[in-house]
Structure formats: C-alpha cells, structure tokens
C-alpha cells in the first residue's frame, strides 16, 4: 500500500510539472517582442518558478518595447554591421567610433553570440547579459560580430588597448572583456554600469553577491 502511494505521489508531482511548464510555454508565447531569439523560454528539469529572480529569456526592457521598436532596433543594428564589414580593406577605426558612440551597449563578439560562439569564453559575457534581461532587439543594443575578419579585430583591439574578446563597450567607453563583465555581474556593479549607460537590468534590486551567480568560472 505504502509503495502505491508513493507512486501515486509521484505521478501527481510529475503531472504538476508537466501543468506548470506548459503554462509558462502559453505566457511566454503571448509575450510581446517575441520575435528576438534571446527572448525564448530555456526549460531544464526541475525549473518551476520560471517568471522568479531572473528566468534567462524574461527581458523586461525588450517586452516593454512595441513591435515596431524591437524591428527598428534589429533593422539599425543589421545595417551597422553590413555598414562595417562591407569597409572591410580600409581604415575603420573611426568607424568603429562612430557605431560604439551610436548605441548605448555595444557587444563585441567572434561569431553569434547564441548560435556561433567561435570562442568559449564568450559564454561568461553572453550568460551575463543575458541573465540582465539584455537582448538583441532592445534600443541601443548592439552586437557587432567580426569573426573571420582580423583587420576589424585588430581595429576593436587598438581602440580599446585589449586583447581579449569578446569585449563591452557602454556609453562610448570600453568596460571590459568577458572577465571583467563576469566579475562585474557576479559581484554585483554590472547594475550600476547598465543604469548608467541609459538601460536597465532586471537584477536591479535582487540579492546576488556571486553565491549565485548564475555565472561560473
């Protein structure tokens, strides 16, 4: 008898799983600027309380945005990138000024950042600013890739006097590589450099100190 309630227990708790992420599936669809890929729900087993602290897809700043800002902002970002490897042969330093100066956020990255990491390190900074409701789509976001193009890497790493990649660049000002963004997010100032660039994260508030942060080295 013992072990038919536990069985019993057992289906009912699974049930109620299955109940909860089906739900979370049906909210997050009806979600509006939906159509950025950073935006879509990643369940792993055991997750239940996916809308708590900080779910990796929930991005307030994206979700606020009507539908024509979230394609204005993917459409300038897709023209700066054409704008910059289509220069590919000339000078582009004061290029890469110009775009860095033009957005808010700007992410510099080998490959997409979701789909085409050519480096792992690029992992800490992606998980980053993921876990701080930043995504593709956003006003003043910007994902510049220059993977298979050296000349524009060695360009990005002349103007920020950093060798490493990926790198982030806030307020026209170089913050960092992926090591500095990570020990920035898991320590907790990654807040304020968001808050002052003009976006928000949605960690704001929420109680991290780099025992859970989300990111690991």
Not at 17 to 36: F, H, M, N, Q, T
Request: a neutral charge; glycine letters at 8%; proline letters at 5%.
């Amino acid at each position: 008898k013992q072990w038919y309630q536990r069985r019993v227990r057992g289906y009912k708790k699974r049930r109620k799983i299955r109940d909860l992420i089906k739900a979370e599936r049906e909210y997050v669809a009806s979600l509006p600027g939906i159509e950025s890929d950073e935006y879509k729900p990643s369940l792993e087993p055991g997750t239940i309380n996916l809308r708590s602290m900080h779910p990796p897809y929930y991005s307030p700043q994206l979700r606020s945005q009507t539908r024509e800002q979230t394609e204005a902002a993917w459409a300038k970002m897709a023209e700066w990138q054409e704008k910059i490897s289509s220069a590919k042969g000339t000078d582009r330093l004061e290029l890469v000024k110009e775009m860095i100066n033009d957005f808010k956020l700007v992410y510099i990255v080998q490959g997409d950042p979701l789909t085409d990491l050519r480096h792992p390190t690029g992992f800490y900074l992606t998980e980053s600013l993921k876990y701080h409701g930043i995504a593709r789509g956003i006003e003043g976001y910007m994902v510049l890739n220059i993977a298979d193009d050296e000349e524009l890497e060695d360009t990005c790493i002349e103007l920020s006097e950093c060798t490493w990649m990926p790198q982030l660049w806030a307020g026209g000002k170089f913050v960092g590589d992926w090591r500095t963004v990570t020990d920035m997010h898991n320590d907790g100032p990654m807040v304020q450099m968001l808050e002052g660039c003009g976006l928000s994260s949605k960690l704001k508030g929420c109680y991290y100190d780099g025992k859970s942060p989300l990111v690991k080295h």
